[in-house]
């Protein structure tokens, strides 16, 4: 095979889009390098320097090599090249100076030509990430979020038990702090003696309270177990643990007023709109979904489930209609009465909702796609898409707020389980 016909098949490989990994071609990690006589190719780390970054690589016998290429990933993981390029460098070369813009993430390798040998046994290098930050960018692996209407904060849970405090409206990361603990679940905004405060339940037991524009802590509450959930409401935390139970806790004693044993795993309660202490809520593990009442004082009333439905209501944050009629909830968009029986569902196809947020004025929904880069918007009244959003990045929480859709993106579909390359952005449509 001549240097031109191995030239024309590497490019060929390289620039094949599929969801599926590229076959004969060297990725880092394989054991090539131990097969070649020249080599290996080492990476080192990247350097940025404004919207310029800076590759080093180890320089090979030139009379051996006869090129570099870099490959630039800048969608997705390597083993997958959905969106990639190749540049191609002089044998004589160990450096390249790459331009990147602002709110991109790529990853790179570099790859020796050796003309003479097979191109499965090119020397291959390891990968580097580099991620250019811009200023709706943060390096962070989301787990959860709450949106604060009446200030415009997003406060963000990363896998590393830190909360970021993000401005949406100026852009800009305000504080961000290390909780310490696994704080995973579900926490809640509200306001108590005139002071806006963060709840936050965390897997040690206790729930801490922060200021809301600060994130200095204010106060804690000692629940015990392991906590999933928290909403507050006029003087009374109601919370979930992950082993099942419900209770009430009174933000000015800190005491116990009730407790519910409710034998589901990881139960989230809403408030139901218009109401002082009836929620909606779904099991997310076992996709169960229920209704809670407490009296005016926190003490717990009633509760009735959905165990035996053909439309499970899903174990995803499901959102609830202004009027407290209706919540949406599931992969496929399944929509029920407060009274948990079945409603509708959205025309999806086979698309996976992982979040919902909804336009009551405008009645529309919306649901953020869990595997592509958008947001699809449906009509309250017929449930037909009537609008979809090409995103940034794969869309992970979706807040509506004031005409636009706030969405948290990550740049995998599955950030939380990447821990190698943290990184998320918030954007407005």
């Known amino acids: 095979m001549s240097n031109k016909t191995l030239l024309i098949v590497l490019l060929t490989a390289l620039y094949f889009v599929s969801c599926k990994r590229i076959e ?9 390098n131990h097969t070649s006589t020249v080599g290996p190719i080492v990476l080192q780390p990247l350097v940025i320097s404004g919207n310029h970054v800076t590759l080093n690589w ?11 290429r870099i490959v630039k990933c800048t969608d997705t993981m390597l083993e997958v090249y959905p969106y990639l390029d190749t540049i191609v460098v002089n044998n004589t070369l160990n450096s390249y100076v790459d331009t990147l813009p602002l709110d991109q993430y790529a990853q790179y390798f570099v790859i020796a030509n050796l003309p003479n040998i097979n191109y499965g046994l090119w020397p291959i290098s390891n990968k580097q990430t580099c991620i250019k930050a811009g200023p709706n960018t943060i390096l962070m692996n989301p787990v959860n979020a709450v949106y604060d209407k009446s200030s415009h904060y997003l406060y963000i849970f990363g896998t590393n038990n830190n909360i970021a405090l993000y401005d949406v409206v100026n852009k800009q990361m305000l504080q961000q702090i290390s909780t310490n603990a696994t704080t995973r679940g579900h926490g809640d905004v509200g306001t108590y003696n005139g002071t806006r405060e963060l709840y936050v339940p965390r897997y040690d037991g206790w729930i801490y309270i922060y200021d809301a524009t600060t994130l200095s802590l204010i106060d804690q509450i000692n629940v015990g177990g392991e906590l999933w959930g928290v909403s507050y409401n006029n003087g009374v935390l109601f919370v979930s643990a992950l082993e099942g139970n419900v209770s009430s806790y009174s933000r000015n004693t800190k005491t116990q007023i009730s407790q ?25 593990d076992n996709s169960i979904a229920f209704n809670m009442s407490f009296d005016a004082m926190g003490d717990y009333d009633s509760t009735r489930q959905l165990f035996e439905n053909s439309h499970y209501p899903g174990a995803q ?3 609830m209609y202004a009027d407290g009629s209706s919540f949406i909830s599931g992969a496929r968009g399944n929509i029920f009465n407060s009274d948990l029986s079945f409603k509708s569902s959205l025309q999806s196809g086979n698309l996976t909702f992982i979040y919902f947020d909804l336009n009551d004025a405008g009645r529309v929904i919306y649901g953020a796609i869990y595997n592509n880069k958008m947001i699809q918007g449906y009509s309250m009244d017929n449930y037909q898409l009537s609008r979809t959003i090409n995103t940034q990045g794969y869309p992970f929480n979706i807040f509506y707020d004031n005409g636009s859709v706030i969405c948290l993106s990550t740049f995998y579909p599955n950030q939380q389980d990447n821990n190698l390359n943290p990184y998320c952005r918030v954007d407005q449509y």
């Open 317 to 319: 944050t499901f959102a």
């Open 24 to 32: 004969n071609v060297p990725l880092p990690g394989s054991n090539n």
């Open 58 to 68: 180890t320089k090979l016998d030139s009379s051996q090599v006869g090129s570099y």
């Open 260 to 284: 519910k044993d409710l034998y589901l795993f990881a139960p989230r309660m809403k408030l139901i709109p218009g109401t002082n202490s009836k929620f909606l809520g779904v099991d997310e």
